[in-house]
């Protein structure tokens, strides 16, 4: 797989379900040996097996949307045990894990799969043209 969205993520961005920077959006470490993603049918949180999450991150902060671009300030992850993830993916936390809509999945970035040791986890946007997602 590569870095890519889930179908009903780009559904909920179009269709204004998710508003980027008004929303609380977070982040979860994904074991792919417990759950690969399914990119077509995941809506949300609770289609994520529980076995495979490892850690949920703070809600972003600096949220922004310039030209299509998505980009947030960096985002620590403390103290994550458990085992290898090999992904990440984003999602709106609306705070009920039926409704807390899968956005897209990152699995080709620099420190991946990751072996946590009980350390914090600072997750580093790229700065380049299409920092955190472009539409």
Do not use: H, Q
Request: charged content about 20%.
């Amino acid at each position: 797989m590569a870095n890519s969205f889930y179908s009903k993520g780009k559904e909920n961005l179009l269709g204004g379900n998710i508003d980027w920077d008004g929303a609380n959006v977070a982040l979860i470490f994904i074991d792919e040996n417990d759950d690969v993603p399914d990119l077509a049918n995941d809506r949300a949180l609770a289609d994520i097996l529980v076995a495979a999450r490892i850690a949920i991150s703070p809600n972003f902060g600096s949220k922004t949307i310039t030209n299509g671009v998505a980009d947030a300030a960096d985002v620590t992850v403390t103290g994550v045990t458990g085992d290898v993830f090999e992904s990440l993916s984003i999602f709106m936390n609306s705070g009920t894990e039926a409704t807390a809509w899968l956005i897209c999945n990152i699995d080709t970035a620099t420190g991946l799969p990751c072996t946590p040791n009980g350390g914090d986890i600072t997750v580093v946007w790229d700065n380049g043209a299409n920092r955190i997602f472009s539409l």
